[in-house]
Nanobody, 116 residues
Framework: QVQLVESGGGLVQAGGSLRLSCAAS????????MGWYRQPPGKQRELVAS???????NYADSVKGRFTISRDNAKNTVYLQMNSLKPEDTAVYYC??????????WGQGTQVTVSS
């Protein structure tokens, strides 16, 4: 059974920081591309950042220079360090796993709220 369990969301003031974690089980974590997506209220889900099995990274323009994605294959965990948070970063953040066999899994989401 595949599980992606996010943690670390919460309420923070603008300019603050949060670190999201996503612990994976039931997948061969080290060979999957892992990603963080977010869905702001009333909007579509969008890619925030991704990291490949080779640790290549990709970021949305809106978070470049503020967010950092990383992975610990020994712990089957992917992280999203979010600094200089803005009210427009408010969203439900979802962890995503994508395999070379084009199989995709999602976590249940964690709420991030940034107050102005």
């Amino acid at each position: 059974q595949v599980q992606l369990v996010e943690s670390g969301g919460g309420l923070v003031q603008a300019g603050g920081s949060l670190r999201l974690s996503c612990a994976a089980s039931g997948i061969i974590f080290s060979i999957n591309t892992m990603g963080w997506y977010r869905q702001p209220p009333g909007k579509q889900r969008e890619l925030v950042a991704s990291i490949s099995s080779g640790r290549g990274t990709n970021y949305a323009d809106s978070v470049k220079g503020r967010f950092t994605i990383s992975r610990d294959n020994a712990k089957n965990t992917v992280y999203l360090q979010m600094n200089s948070l803005k009210p427009e970063d408010t969203a439900v953040y979802y962890c995503n796993s994508y395999s070379t066999l084009h199989v995709e899994y999602w976590g249940q989401g964690t709420q991030v709220t940034v107050s102005s």
